[in-house]
């Protein structure tokens, strides 16, 4: 029954791109005609017209990281509901936020999302989206340092016995982002990540083939009703699903950090036709690689106790056991691989956009090299001091400030929607879900208020009920008319 329930889940995915995805797509009303900014600002730096394949293989690695695989092995701690949450999330938030927040960038001439922001919630809003930005930004850049320079120390010093320790590959991924980051983007980003992106396919894929028939005992705990994590809470309570689930599993299903990533893409489009392709069709290929990690989670150990166990506060051990225990020592080495390649291929794309975030901030212009190196070296002399902190701190704040982000795009493509009469529910809905979820978290977890549970879900639907009732009286449809 485990098998059917994941190809079940497989099948919605796919079916919410060319259903859910195509209404999108109606809804927002593609111009074809429309001239895009890959053509209208080609400066052969960031702004490159790019065959479509290649724009969607960068997408998809862009905003993958280790969230599709790190997110949901933690979120299979609370039982096969995360399952749900990777399906629903998928198509009817992620979907929706990447797709928004790739082709509102279009239209807006490629601008990062906190302009894109400000041109529909105004100047303060800016200013907090540019500062969410930049922190979430660096917190990712740094989260895709640590995790992928852990598994190769794990890699070389487990099948290899070599023990070069973690910081010298902290150093080398830095000095990889640092290039990756001030270079034109089709030198390494554009010509290297469509290999990376059929490597991380065909591996990921392989994952899920060796569950389905190599004798894995798949889902064999099908109660979604049970939360069964069995961490505890600072106050002794167990982990609440609500509303850690929503937090914990991110990449895979809404990630506020994709809409960070999608302006990049959004700068190489050729036509607006292809959007829903690379925005939404990435976000869904991004939920299947979830999907099959979350069922590893879930089916590769005896119960959450042992997956607990296993994850010895990260899931970099998960991955291993997986990779090795499924498809023997060749093809967990290239199954590891392609979990590095992952994170390494997100974070030099999060600290470009924090260069082009801060370029548009201080109006730098980024054709001269100079200037790009004006901005790349302190970011990344801070990202650096950041990288010695615990990596569950540096995961709990990038947690949060990631669905934060998520939230305010989402709103921001509610009330476009909004101000040119069409259906903005499709937005607004997912909106309020997560206006609740980070409220609530913000307000029970150690790294916020520490109020009690009871009422930190109060005041975090209440500040969603808050938020709809200021939305429905204030956005009205214009009478003038607004370029779609």
């Not at 399906?87 to 992620?94: E, H, L, T, W, Y």
Request: net charge positive.
């Amino acid at each position: 029954m485990g098998v059917g329930v994941f190809f079940l889940c497989v099948g919605l995915l796919i079916l919410g791109y060319f259903i859910y995805g195509v209404i999108v797509e109606k809804v927002f009303v593609i111009n074809t005609g429309r001239v895009t900014p890959a053509y209208e600002f080609e400066d052969d730096i960031d702004y490159i017209p790019l065959p479509t394949w290649k724009v969607f293989m960068v997408q998809l690695l862009d905003i993958a990281g280790v969230g599709p695989i790190f997110g949901p092995i933690l979120g299979a701690l609370y039982g096969p509901q995360a399952l749900i949450w990777i399906v629903v999330g998928s198509i009817f938030a992620g979907g929706v936020h990447d797709f928004f927040s790739g082709m509102l960038s279009v239209r807006g001439s490629g601008k990062s999302i906190p302009e894109v922001v400000g041109d529909a919630l105004g100047m303060p809003a800016r200013q907090v989206m540019r500062l969410f930005s930049v922190i979430l930004l660096v917190l990712v850049g740094v989260v895709f340092v640590v995790s992928p320079a852990a598994l190769l120390e794990q890699l070389l010093s487990d099948k290899l016995d070599l023990h070069w320790g973690k910081e010298l590959f902290v150093i080398l991924i830095f000095v990889y982002y640092f290039a990756a980051t001030i270079l034109p983007i089709d030198k390494i980003i554009g010509r290297f990540y469509p290999i990376f992106g059929a490597l991380l396919l065909f591996m990921t894929f392989a994952v899920g083939f060796a569950m389905v028939f190599g004798g894995v005992d798949m889902l064999p705990n099908l109660d979604f009703t049970q939360n069964v994590n069995p961490n505890k809470s600072y106050d002794g309570m167990q982990l609440p699903v609500w509303p850690l689930l929503f937090v914990t599993i991110s990449c895979s299903a809404l990630s506020g950090f994709h809409s960070t990533q999608s302006p990049l893409m959004a700068r190489c489009l050729k036509n607006e036709k292809r959007g829903r392709l690379v925005f939404y069709g990435a976000m869904i290929a991004e939920g299947i690689i979830g999907l099959i990690w979350c069922t590893a989670g879930l089916s590769f150990y005896e119960n959450s106790a042992a997956l607990n166990k296993a994850l010895a506060g990260t899931p970099s051990a998960v991955v291993n056991d997986v990779s090795f225990g499924l498809l023997g020592t060749v093809g967990g080495v290239l199954a590891v691989l392609g979990v590095i390649i992952l994170p390494i291929t997100s974070g030099d794309t999060a600290f470009r956009s924090t260069r082009l975030i801060l370029a548009e901030v201080f109006k730098l212009s980024q054709k001269p090299a100079l200037k790009r190196l004006l901005l790349a070296v302190p970011l990344f002399v801070i990202a650096y001091i950041i990288s010695k902190l615990p990596f569950g701190m540096i995961w709990k704040y990038f947690g949060w400030s990631n669905q934060t982000l998520a939230c305010l795009v989402l709103w921001s493509a509610a009330i476009w929607l909004g101000k040119r009469g069409k259906f903005h529910w499709l937005a607004t809905v997912p909106a309020v879900f997560m206006t609740a979820v980070v409220v609530t978290f913000i307000c029970y977890m150690q790294i916020g208020f520490q109020l009690a549970y009871g009422t930190s879900v109060a005041l975090g639907i209440g500040a969603a009920a808050v938020a709809l009732f200021f939305f429905i009286i204030r956005v009205k449809p214009v009478s003038e008319a607004i370029d779609n």
